[in-house]
């Protein structure tokens, strides 16, 4: 039976308006994607707000090459989340970007020039050779070495993040995840430069072993004792999926927010809405529950201010 909802009332905006009250209208503002960015400002809240909840942040790479960087490290350094799942471009853009300058360019670009001029070009950010490869290689070797010499003979994802947390600073979110103590882990660790770093120290270290396998005695333990759990996924991929499927475990997500530019249609699991995830009992089905159609640079700054006027 179709129940009509509230009458959709106009959004009016004064000169002062706090960004809070603006998403408070645009909850009551009947469409289209306005509701479900209010709705997940409001999930968000009662996620972070909720003592008994353990929480997920999971992201893609790709978002670590622009100035999101700064908002994803500072919900970690806030402690607004207990785990973190990213991707293995995540931890190459962190350490770049730390000890070195990506720019700023164009996705109408030549190609073929940038290659000449020794610059990759990921969308509109261009990533200078040289602080990208590298650098990459020369700074893991030399973290791996230390760590080897200090008898760690066997690492999992989480202790790989860990330890290059260590060794960057406070612009650097594995720094803060280091510091407080929130595990990161990277399911895909080999697809990028610092798993290409890890295989070829073990050509030279064969005694040295990556123990992806330790990582899902962590998620286990996490899951299984928890009482709630609720994750803010930006991006798909497998950062979404890792989060999604190690939930399964208890029975789903009890929130479940997710920011997509992908679509439904062509049965991706980027594309998948958080809802489908229920048919699989990866979220609950009383979830509190939204997904935002939206690309994250452009709508997160303003998600992640409203959220701090709303916790204060």
């Known amino acids: 039976m179709i129940r009509p909802g509230r009458p959709v009332k106009d959004i009016s905006i004064r000169k002062g308006e706090t960004i809070e009250k603006i998403f408070d209208q645009m909850s009551k503002s009947g469409g289209f994607e306005s509701r479900n960015l209010a709705d997940g400002l409001n999930i968000l809240t009662t996620m ?58 164009s996705f109408t670009l030549d190609d073929v020039e940038l290659a000449d001029k020794k610059i990759h070009r990921l969308g509109n950010v261009l990533v200078p050779l040289k602080s990208y490869g590298p650098l990459i290689e020369e700074k893991m070797n ?18 790989i993040s860990k330890m290059i947390g260590e060794n960057l600073g406070e612009d650097s979110f594995l720094y803060w995840a280091n510091k407080n103590k929130i595990p990161v882990v990277v399911p895909g660790i080999m697809d990028g430069a610092v798993g290409s770093q890890i295989w070829m120290f ?24 928890a009482k709630k759990s609720g994750a803010f996924m930006i991006g798909g991929g497998i950062s979404k999926h890792h989060t999604l499927w190690w939930n399964q475990y208890r029975n789903g997500l009890d929130y479940a927010v997710y920011i ?10 980027s594309g998948a809405l958080v809802r489908e995830a229920i048919s ?4 609950t089905q009383t979830a509190k529950q939204t997904t935002i159609h939206a690309e994250a640079t452009t709508i997160l700054p303003f998600l992640y201010s409203a959220l701090l006027a709303k916790l204060k």
């Open 48 to 105: 972070i707000q909720d003592k008994n909840c353990l929480k997920f942040l999971s992201f893609v790479g790709a978002i670590v090459s622009t100035g999101l960087r700064g908002v994803i490290t500072d919900m970690i350094k806030s402690k607004m989340f207990d785990v973190v799942i990213t991707t293995c471009g995540a931890l190459d853009h962190d350490i770049a970007r730390h000890y070195s300058n990506y720019l700023e360019g």
């Open 142 to 159: 030399k973290f791996l070495q230390k760590s080897y010499a200090d008898g760690k003979k066997e690492m999992s994802t989480r202790e």
């Open 202 to 225: 073990t050509q030279k270290h064969n005694d040295f072993k990556l123990n992806v396998a330790s990582d899902g005695d962590l998620l286990s333990e996490l899951i299984f004792k």
């Open 260 to 269: 997509t530019t992908a679509q439904e249609f062509d049965g991706s699991l």
């Open 280 to 283: 699989w009992g990866k979220v």
